[in-house]
Each structure stands twice: as C-alpha cells, then as structure tokens.
C-alpha cells in the first residue's frame, strides 16, 4: 500500500493562499508534517492551473525537496505541460521519485499521460473510469483496466510494476453493484 500525503492540495485555502504568495516556508513546514505522520509520497495538487502550471510547479518542487529531500512527488494537475516540469526536475535531481497522479481511460488523457511516466521513469496512478464517468459495476471498471489502462502502459514500454491501478471502489450507498 502506498500512503499518499494529499495536504499539499489547491482546494484548500490555505495551499491556495501560500501559492499565490509564494510562501515557501509554509509548503516547506506541510512537507515535513506529512513526512513525519508517515506519508510515502506527497501529492502535488496546484489544479488546472493553465498559464502558470510550470513555473508554479518549478518552485513548488524546489520548496518540497528542500523540506523532504528524496521523498517521491506525484503530481497532480490536468497541465501536462506542468507535469513535465515536476518530472524534469526530480530526474535532474536523481534524488527522489516520481508518480503522475493521474491518467484515466479517456483518449486525450490515455493518449498523452503514459508517453510521459515512460519517458521519466515515474509510477503512473490510473483511474478506472472514462469520459462517461466511474462505471458503476466493478466488472466494468476491472475491464477498463484490463483493456484501456493496462494494455496502452505495455505500448509505450510502462513497466507494470510502474502502473498503480486506482480501482475508485464506490461506497453501497453509491450505487455500486
């Protein structure tokens, strides 16, 4: 199992508030808190992020080593563009590794997300769901992974062992069947 430290999130006001800033004394206190509870990795949330994604990304992962060292980053933003950044910086580092949080079985995503976890060497988080949502059978979400998910990581050369499969088991009370 691999534990996730999710603080660093730009859903929180406070995570918004330091980005927006530049606060890094703040992403650097967080960091190691997340360390210290016991986190593997930490999650990278800075969101969309459509005109700054990269250099947002650039500094957060100065200010996140400079607290954790070579503790493995995932990163979390639908801007490839910053995912790369996050991914060129942890290989220029050789200190720590990296996962991509995530790709789905939507084409776009799936066209583009694992190219980039096989270019850098990274984990890949990948959701069993498509562009019509989180199927509501979990036969349906085991056969997108068998044969979305699975299937393109072994085309672009994505050890299996790198493929983190993200079943998103729903709750009864979620229609799950």
């Not at 498509?130 to 990581?153: F, N, Q, W, Y």
Request: contains cysteine.
């Amino acid at each position: 199992m691999l534990k996730l430290g999710e603080n660093i999130h730009i859903i929180s006001p406070k995570v918004k508030e330091a980005l927006a800033n530049r606060d890094g004394a703040f992403f650097v206190q967080l960091a190691r808190k997340q360390k210290e509870a016991g986190a593997d990795a930490l999650d990278l949330n800075i969101g969309p992020q459509k005109k700054a994604g990269p250099e947002v990304m650039d500094w957060l992962v100065d200010c996140v080593q400079e607290a954790v060292g070579d503790m493995t980053l995932s990163f979390d933003t639908t801007n490839l563009a910053a995912i790369e950044v996050g991914l060129k910086k942890v290989a220029k580092n050789g200190k720590a590794n990296a996962i991509i949080n995530s790709t789905s079985a939507e084409e776009e995503r799936l066209a583009a997300v694992p190219p980039l976890a096989a270019k850098y060497g990274a984990k890949l988080i990948a959701l069993t769901m498509a562009k019509e949502g989180i199927p509501v059978s979990a036969d349906a979400r085991v056969s997108l992974a068998m044969e979305k998910l699975m299937p393109r990581a072994q085309e672009v050369g994505l050890p299996m062992s790198d493929l983190l499969i993200d079943p998103l088991v729903l709750t009864v009370s979620g229609c799950q069947e």
